[in-house]
Each structure stands twice: as C-alpha cells, then as structure tokens.
C-alpha cells in the first residue's frame, strides 16, 4: 500500500502536497517523493525513510509550480531508496507518474521496451509504466495513459504529469483507490480523503476503470476508451483520525478487516493452477540448493513463531522434510549444528526483530542456507538474507501481528508445495490445494461476519482473568497464538497448550466459568479434541470453541461456537485465527484497553 496526492491549482503546491502525503504515512513510509511542474520542466525531490527526510532535503527546486504530485511509499518492487522512491520520471524526463499497487507483467514489459530502447534506473514495476506511456506518448497524455494501461495486468492507482502540459494531471484506478477532491479553483486526487479534507469536503469517487483529467477549473472523468462518466459529487462527512482508520475504531481491526484483501496481495502471481505449482520468484537464485535441503530450521519470535510451527506441519506434511521451531532467541545462543543441507528460514513482519536477525546472521556463520520470509521491503533481515519472499500484506500498524501471521501462513504453504511438488507431492494433491488457497480471501471473508457474535461473548467474559486456549494438530499453534493475542492487548493471563497436555498438570486450574477456548475443527484429531472438552466441562469450565460448519454434535458441548468453513486440514488455521483475533480485539476493547498501542510493548522488538 502507497500513498499518493497530486494538486493541480493556482496556489504553490509543494506545502500541500507534503502535507498530504503526511496523512497518509499510515499506507506506507519508506520513502517519499514528489515531482512539480516548475518554470515548464518537471522538478523532482525524493528521500528514502519517512516524509520527515524528505522534508529536510527540500529547496527552492519545486518552491513555485502549483500542479505537482506526491507519494509515500511501501516498497513491493525494490528496496526503499531514494532511486525506488516515486515519482519515476520517464528516460526523457518529461513525464512524471506515482503508483500505487502492483504491475503483475512488469518484467515482461520491461524486456521489450529495453529492446525498443528505454533506459531504467530503479528496480520498480512503476518505473517500467512511465516509460510505457511515454513510449506511446504521441503529445496526447490522456491518450498515452489510455493506451498504456491496457497493456498492464496488476493493480494501479496513478497520478500522470507531464511538462508539455503543464496544467494537467491524469489519473486511472484498478484494484488501488483514488478520489478528486473539488475546490475553488484546485482540483487534488489522493489514495484517501484524509488528504483532501483540509482543502475541501466535495468529492468524487473514482471506480476501476476509470480515470480522471484534472487542471486548476475542470476536472473531466471517462474511461479507458476514453467515453465520459458522469460522476456525482459526494460530501465528505469524517474526521481525519476516522479517514485514517477507514471507519474503524481502530488499526487493529482495520487490519483484521483487511485479511481477505492482504491475503489477495500475498497470493497474486505465486498461483499455476494448471501446472499444480507454486511460483515463488525470490527463491529463483537458490532453487538447486533447496531442491537439497535435507532438514529446515525455522527462526522467529512471537506471532512469527507461531506461523513457524504451522509451517512445520505444513513443511513435513507436504514437503516431507525434518523441520524445527526455534525461538530466535534461543538458537542464537546454543551454537547450533547446522549440517550440509540445512535452511534456516527466518520469519518477521519487520524484518528488524534484533534476536530474529541475530539468529539469522548465526545460522549464515555456520553454513546455513538462509531465508527470510518478511514483510517489510528492504528491511535487515530482507537484505541479508541469501533468499527469501516478501508477504506483500502492505503496513501493519497495530501492534498485534494480525494480517502479516495469515500472509505469513499463505507463503509457508505456498513454500511447502513449492518444495513439495519436486519432492512427493503430486500434481493434483497440490493443484486441489492451491484452488483452495485461491477461495480463502473470500472465505475470510465470511468468517468476518462472526464479529457482532464474539463481541456479545466477549462481554459476558469481560471479568475473567485467567484463560486457556487448546488445539491439537495443526491448530496446536494457533491456541498458542489466540491466547499471545488476548494477552497482549487485554492484559488477561491466558496459556495456549496443545489440548492432550491439559491432563498433565494445567487442569488443575480450571474452577467454575473458568473460559476455555477449544479449537475443535473436523479433522484428524477431532474425536479426541471433544474428550478433552469434556474433562473441561466435567470441571465447570466455560467452553468456548472454534468449530467446522454443519457440525451439529459441537453445540451440545459448548456454551458457545464459532463456525468456519470446512476446508482441507493445512489452509485451516488461515479461518481459525479469525475469531481468535476477534476475541482478544472485542475483550481488549471491553476492558478499555489501548488496543493499538497496549502497555509496555513495541511494534518492532529492536533490543535484546
Ligand atoms: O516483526 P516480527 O514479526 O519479527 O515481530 C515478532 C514479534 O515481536 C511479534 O510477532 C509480536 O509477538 C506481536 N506483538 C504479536 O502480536
């Protein structure tokens, strides 16, 4: 996710576009960039880090044009420095473009028009656009931008100047939002209204497909084949904390929301459905030594070590090959044997967690092949990693992992049919597989829903301060991860333990009402789980569970149940986590606790 602003107007626009891409730093802030039409030629300022680097190399360059674009940007293609940052300029320098999303066929484009003689300087898919419309470009932009967009498969929200027009900006959305705001003489496109508020409340919205044409007094919006749409003009009723968080109450469930939209982004391009493959691009390098791996070690902390161990079952269930869970704090200090044939594979949102990297850097000094499996573009781990593949989940910013542990999921299970279909793994075991990995997005989806029914469960929990999460199986790892989330952001004590370990000491804790989440999903191990729901009842505890729809034996075994979807057994812990999430979120808010931000804790975990 990126941010992008672009003003056309009568007043300097640099200030405005600035401030702009400032209310959208929560959609991406790795590098900032803007580009003004000044005394007829394009000039541009851009900074890797956050809009305040950019505000510090700012002069007198774009002081006085008053049509200009802007960008905040979350790297996907290309690490965040300043050659990556956008705007991109065309070879000529005559055409300037900000992007948002993805160009699915980039690399492809790129080749030809390298053949036809354009020059690149970044490693962006954004880059190859500007230089497509410019090689289309015939003096007639909107016609340009038409033409060009055509061309691309992904997903695109842009901005388009050019100094041979140096009134006008252009603008097209697919899959990336974008609306114009409408003032007194100035017209502003942004990814969001939280730009746009302070200039004006009159808006209108953009749809896939379109694009718009704006200069200072007119703005103009039609299709890619160039037919008009006629647009109404809509108010703007929110406030700008409202704008920011899209109408949530907070980013955490924003981020919980967003699940079937950032599972998309993860998944898009890694599926062959027809050939049963995985396509997992940045492991192109080392493809021959992991075709050798004889054992994995997975490195992580937290909510990442939690994705580990599904990935371990997933690794040894589809890939058949020996695999570990380590804390990273743990492996960096044991000296570890790593044996030829070993892969380390180091899972982080941030990719700055200090004891994932240093478990890292121990496993490449002792001969490892080293992964990393991270969400942030550029990142330490990213980089000094031999391989690895981004989640592409766009930013988190609640502290609670939430979106990056399901994409995190999504790439171990696109990994382990990866290594698994050059191993054991046949072509219709995974084909069935990834079909059904291609339906999760809108089966989240539906999972969704169980919100307004965990929200009244949870407040008849609200005083509850010791609770216990179970699973077994796959689901093991996801009791640990329900109860690290209710923890975290509730202050509530909760364990999460696989459930037949209960009978070995923890369930001497259960008293009268005492809360316990049992994940009790269809599948292998379901006969047992409901055993183990009944030595929890025989003790007066409260069973809450996590079960399969159409299951009509769970309700008579619990006082409340959250149906998912029957899927099969591997992609199920993608469903299960979804009302664990819900919970710990509509407990936390219960207890009036600081969801986004909760006591002592730290969205990137830096130190020691
Ligand atoms: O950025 P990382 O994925 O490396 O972070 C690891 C943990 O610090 C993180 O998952 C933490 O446990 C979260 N607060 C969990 O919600």
Not at 310 to 319: C, Q, R, S, T, Y
Request: proline share 4%; glycine share 8%; aromatic share 6%.
């Amino acid at each position: 996710m990126c941010g992008i602003v672009a003003y056309a107007g009568h007043k300097p626009c640099h200030r405005i576009l600035i401030e702009g891409i400032k209310r959208l730093e929560y959609r991406g802030y790795d590098s900032a960039g803007l580009a003004v039409i000044q005394d007829g030629k394009l000039a541009l300022q851009r900074a890797a880090g956050r809009i305040a680097s950019l505000e510090e190399i700012l002069d007198e360059t774009t002081a006085h044009g008053t049509v200009g674009i802007a960008h905040t940007r979350w790297a996907t293609h290309g690490a965040p420095t300043t050659s990556n940052a956008h705007p991109h300029l065309d070879d000529s320098g005559r055409i300037a473009l900000v992007h948002n999303g993805i160009i699915e066929n980039y690399a492809a484009l790129k080749t030809w028009l390298q053949s036809q003689g354009k020059h690149f300087s970044s490693q962006t898919d954004s880059e190859v656009l500007v230089n497509l419309i410019s090689f289309l470009y015939r003096g007639n932009l909107v016609d340009a931008v038409q033409k060009a967009l055509k061309e691309v498969e992904g997903t695109y929200g842009i901005a388009v100047i050019s100094s041979d027009h140096p009134e006008t900006i252009v603008a097209a959305r697919k899959g990336s939002p974008l609306l114009v705001g409408v003032g007194e003489n100035e017209h502003i496109v942004a990814s969001d209204a939280a730009a746009i508020v302070e200039h004006t409340t009159r808006a209108v919205y953009l749809e896939d497909g379109e694009m718009v044409v704006i200069t200072p007094d007119a703005f103009r919006t039609i299709t890619l084949d160039n037919i008009t749409v006629d647009k109404e003009l809509e108010n703007i009723e929110f406030s700008l904390q409202q704008i920011e968080l899209d109408g949530y109450d907070h980013f955490m469930l924003k981020e919980i929301f967003e699940q079937p939209t950032s599972l998309e982004n993860t998944l898009r391009g890694r599926i062959d459905l027809q050939a049963g493959r995985a396509i997992l691009g940045g492991l192109e390098n080392v493809k021959d030594q992991l075709a050798q791996a004889k054992r994995i070690i997975i490195i992580a902390c937290g909510t990442a070590w939690h994705s580990g161990l599904v990935g371990e079952f997933l690794l040894e269930h589809l890939a058949r090959i020996p695999t570990e869970v380590e804390y990273a704090s743990e492996f960096r200090y044991r000296n570890p044997i790593i044996e030829p044939g070993t892969v380390v594979i180091a899972i982080s949102q941030s990719g700055e967690t200090a004891d994932t990297l240093a478990a890292l850097r121990e496993a490449k000094e002792h001969g490892a092949l080293a992964l990393g499996i991270v969400n942030v573009v550029g990142s330490t781990i990213a980089r000094e990693a031999d391989a690895g593949v981004y989640l592409h989940c766009g930013p988190e910013i609640g502290v609670a992992s939430t979106k990056a542990f399901t994409s995190q999921l999504a790439v171990l299970t696109l990994l382990a049919i990866y290594l698994g279909r050059r191993r054991s793994l046949d072509h219709d075991q995974a084909q069935r597989l990834l079909q059904s990995l291609t339906e999760m997005p809108a089966r989240i989806k539906n999972v969704l829903c169980l919100s307004d029914q965990i929200q009244k469960v949870a407040q008849s929990c609200l005083d509850r301060e010791h609770w216990l999460f179970l699973g077994r199986g796959y689901n093991y790892p996801l009791a640990l991860e329900g109860a690290l989330k209710l923890k975290e952001i509730s202050y509530a004590h909760a364990e999460g333990l696989p459930a037949a370990e209960m009978k070995h000491g923890p369930i001497a804790l259960i008293n009268k009402g005492m809360p316990t989440v049992f994940i009790a999903t269809s599948g292998s191990q379901y006969e047992k789980v409901i055993s183990n729901i009944e030595e929890v009842r025989a003790r007066g505890g409260m069973v809450l569970a996590v079960a399969t729809e159409n299951d009509t034996r769970i309700q008579t075994h619990a006082e409340a149940v959250f149906t998912i979807p029957d899927v099969p057994e591997p992609l199920s812990p993608l469903l299960v986590v979804i009302p664990l999430q819900l919970l710990a979120y509509h407990c936390a808010v219960g207890r009036g606790c600081a969801v986004d931000k909760p006591r002592n804790l730290a969205k990137s975990v830096t130190v020691e």
